[in-house]
Structures are given as structure tokens and as C-alpha cells.
């Protein structure tokens, strides 16, 4: 045998370990026993199927959050009213053409102090920076007949934007029994106080919700340990009940905490845009008393958060376990962590001024 090939030796000892294992399935019906694999690698292989398929159950709630805080971000994408930006060359001729710089206002300020407070040793501006804080720009609200607009201003920039807050739609019929505005849609951020609650004629009922709650909950938090809590609430859900008046149905609206009634004809329709709709789907939180379609929301946003986490951990794991992108993803690991780390030390202390 000395004179056969290494090759030809090595191919016929696959070729009668080939037939030996075709014997052994002919005669037990079972291919050749296959060792199991080492428990690290099923693990690991238990930790891809999982982060793949989490991916694929999840994925219409990524798609939300996504879409959600890009629109969030974005407030004139996909808008549901007008929006208009302005300029500086739009404010030419007018007094915010030339605004005065933070240093000359806080000198002015500085300046007003010592006119009013008259101190034995006069105030001095120091040397510290002086910023705008708390948020970056002003808001105002403005009217213009029956519309009603949002406008935003940023000093830095001198720009700014408008949008109109007026409810699409004509105003809807007052109701015979209603103490207060007729009600309509309601401007963005307005809540409780909105125009159809606004400067009620209450309709006090003998037993009230609202005067139950400020006697109970001083008494809840005294034996919880806070005694001598102040109660003023401020929300509370509105109370739809349908009435009938004359033969015609409408849809009455009373608000326990402003105690003004309010009403439209007919079913209360809902004018809630697609934009409005997903906003409001990004935001819902924590878990309603019963179990219902807001729990069950609330069941996949838990989902979300705990997947992201996973994900990002079984994704370094995957990761590391492919040798030749360790270096290349290390340099991008590190320059991730030194960014986040640096826009969060920013934020936070652009947060706490």
C-alpha cells in the first residue's frame, strides 16, 4: 500500500465509511448517531432565533415609535393644520428686526434692579454666561376672527413658526341645556380648559365627585404619613351621557371639575386627524384599573422597552462572537458611548438650568 496515493487512500475510506453508514440506516432505519452540539453554541443559537423572532413579533410596535417620534420631531410633516415659518427678513420694519443680545438685556435687568432695590452697594453683573433657560423659544397665541393660530418665536435665530390651531369643520348648534360654550373641537394643548369650558356657569350637583375627592385624599395622604395635604384638582375625565330634547337626540358633555355642561346634536363625532392619532398612540402610559384595550397597550409598550433592551445586549453578543469585526466595531462601540455620554451630560444640564 506503500506506493497508493495519500488521496487515493483518504477518498476510499470515505467511500466505506459511506457505505457502512448506509448499511447501519438500512438496517435500523436511522442515519448515523450525530453528536450533540456544545451547550455555548446552543445558546448562543437559542439567543439569535430569540432576537430574531422578538424582531419579527414586534415589529409593527417599532414601526410606531419610529414613525411617532419623527412626527414629534417634525412638527409641519404630515401636518393635519396649515403651518407657516417666518424669517428675519419678515420682521423687517418691526421691533424685533433688531433684538437686543442676552449681555445687553441682562444689564438692562441688572441695571432695573438697582433702581428698584436701591442697595447700599450697587449690584454688578457678573461674569458668569448668561443663557435663555428652561425652554429655547416663546410661545403665543393668536386670533384672527373666528381662527385661531399657535406661534412659536426663537431670539436666537430671529425665526419663528404659525400654526392654526382652529378646528376644521363649521361650529356645531349650541345646545338648549348647555351652561357654557358650545362644544367643538378643541385647540391643541387646551384640555379641560378649553374653550368649552371655559368661564362656566356651574351646574352643581348634589353629590359631587370632585368635593368627595377633596375631602377623601387628606385624609388617604394623613394616614399614608403627609398630614395637613392641600387638595386642588386639576383634570378630571368629562361625563357623556345622551339626552333627549323635544324628540331629538343629543349628546351632552359635563365636566365634574369645571361643572359646565356642554352638547352636540346627534352622536358626538370624532374629529381626530391621522397626525393626532399617532401622536396619541405614542404617548399612553402606565396600566388603566381593569383589563381592557389600554392594558393590553400597555402590555406591548413594556414589550417594546424590554425587546430594545434585549436586543441591544444580544446584539453585542452576537457581534463579539465574529472575530474579524471585533476591532472595527469596538472603534464604533467606543465613539457611540463617548457621543451618548456627552449629549446626555449636555442635556442634563441644559434640563436642570
Not at 434692579?113 to 458668569?128: E, F, H, M, V
Not at 384672527?144 to 435665530?157: C, H, I, K, N, Y
Request: net charge positive; hydrophobic share 40%; aromatic share 8%.
Amino acid at each position: 500500500m506503500s506506493g497508493v496515493p495519500e488521496s487515493v487512500l483518504a477518498m476510499s475510506m470515505r467511500i466505506e465509511d459511506s457505505s457502512e453508514h448506509s448499511a447501519a440506516f438500512k438496517e435500523t432505519g436511522r442515519g448515523p448517531e450525530l453528536r450533540p452540539r456544545p451547550l455555548g453554541r446552543r445558546i448562543l443559537h437559542f439567543i439569535r432565533r430569540t432576537h430574531l423572532n422578538i424582531g419579527v413579533f414586534l415589529f409593527p410596535w417599532a414601526m410606531l415609535y419610529g414613525v411617532t417620534g419623527f412626527l414629534f420631531n417634525h412638527p409641519t410633516f404630515f401636518a393635519d393644520s396649515p403651518a407657516i415659518s417666518f424669517t428675519p427678513e419678515d420682521l423687517t420694519g418691526t421691533e424685533l428686526e433688531s433684538l437686543p443680545d442676552l449681555p445687553t438685556q441682562a444689564q438692562a435687568i441688572v441695571t432695573a434692579l438697582n433702581a428698584t432695590k436701591q442697595p447700599a452697594t450697587p449690584y454688578r453683573l457678573g461674569s458668569g454666561e448668561i443663557y435663555y433657560a428652561n425652554r429655547d423659544v416663546f410661545v403665543a397665541t393668536a386670533k384672527a376672527g373666528p381662527r385661531s393660530f399657535f406661534v412659536t418665536f426663537d431670539p436666537t435665530v430671529s425665526s419663528g413658526l404659525i400654526r392654526e390651531s382652529t378646528p376644521s369643520g363649521p361650529v356645531p348648534e349650541p345646545a338648549p341645556f348647555a351652561t357654557a360654550l358650545a362644544e367643538g373641537p378643541r385647540p391643541r394643548g387646551m384640555g379641560n380648559s378649553g374653550p368649552a369650558h371655559a368661564a362656566p356657569a356651574g351646574l352643581q350637583l348634589s353629590d359631587s365627585i370632585v368635593e368627595r375627592l377633596k375631602k377623601s385624599l387628606p385624609i388617604v395622604m394623613k394616614r399614608k404619613g403627609i398630614p395637613d395635604a392641600e387638595i386642588t384638582l386639576t383634570t378630571s375625565p368629562d361625563i357623556r351621557l345622551p339626552i333627549e330634547v323635544g324628540g331629538e337626540f343629543w349628546t351632552a358633555t359635563f365636566n365634574p371639575l369645571t361643572t359646565a355642561v356642554t352638547g352636540v346634536k346627534g352622536e358626538k363625532t370624532s374629529n381626530l386627524t391621522l397626525r393626532t392619532f399617532l401622536l396619541r398612540m405614542h404617548l399612553p402610559r402606565g396600566y388603566p384599573g381593569e383589563v381592557n384595550l389600554k392594558w393590553g397597550w400597555a402590555v406591548g409598550v413594556d414589550s417594546i422597552a424590554i425587546a430594545l433592551c434585549f436586543w441591544g445586549v444580544s446584539g453585542i453578543l452576537m457581534w463579539w462572537q465574529i472575530k474579524s469585526t471585533r476591532r472595527a466595531g469596538l472603534v464604533v462601540l467606543a465613539v457611540s458611548a463617548i457621543l451618548a455620554t456627552l449629549l446626555t451630560i449636555g442635556m442634563h444640564q441644559m434640563f436642570a438650568a
